[in-house]
């Protein structure tokens, strides 16, 4: 399961710091990218949370006010964006290997 947020840039801090803090939460896979990466005029930090279905929740109590659930069409556009760049990496790791 995935969740992605925007979180203001005001107050992404606090809210990176509880996420890595929350024993749960800090265990799933967590991505951190500029809002604007994905054609936001937002001055925010895009958070990609994918896990569990009860570390999704917990992020979601920790993120309560402070940012804005992405859901439908805008998030599957970014998370295959995210999986895209993704891809994009491992195949630059595989031609190190090669």
């Known amino acids: 399961m995935d969740?992605?947020?925007f979180i203001p840039r005001k107050d992404f801090s606090e809210i990176e710091q509880a996420l890595l803090k929350d024993d749960l939460v800090?265990?799933?896979s967590l991505t951190f990218r500029n809002a604007a990466n994905f054609d936001s005029k937002e001055d925010a930090v895009c958070?990609?949370?994918?896990?569990s279905e009860e570390a999704l929740f917990k992020a979601k109590e920790i993120i309560a006010g402070k940012g804005?659930?992405?859901e439908g069409a805008e998030k599957?556009?970014?998370l295959?964006?995210?999986a895209d760049e993704e891809d994009v990496v491992a195949q630059g790791f595989g031609?190190?290997?090669e």
């Open 47 to 51: 958070v990609r949370i994918s896990g």
């Open 80 to 82: 295959k964006q995210i």
């Open 3 to 5: 969740a992605v947020y």
């Open 76 to 78: 599957e556009r970014i």
């Open 68 to 70: 804005k659930l992405i």
């Open 26 to 28: 800090s265990r799933q």
């Open 95 to 97: 031609n190190i290997f």
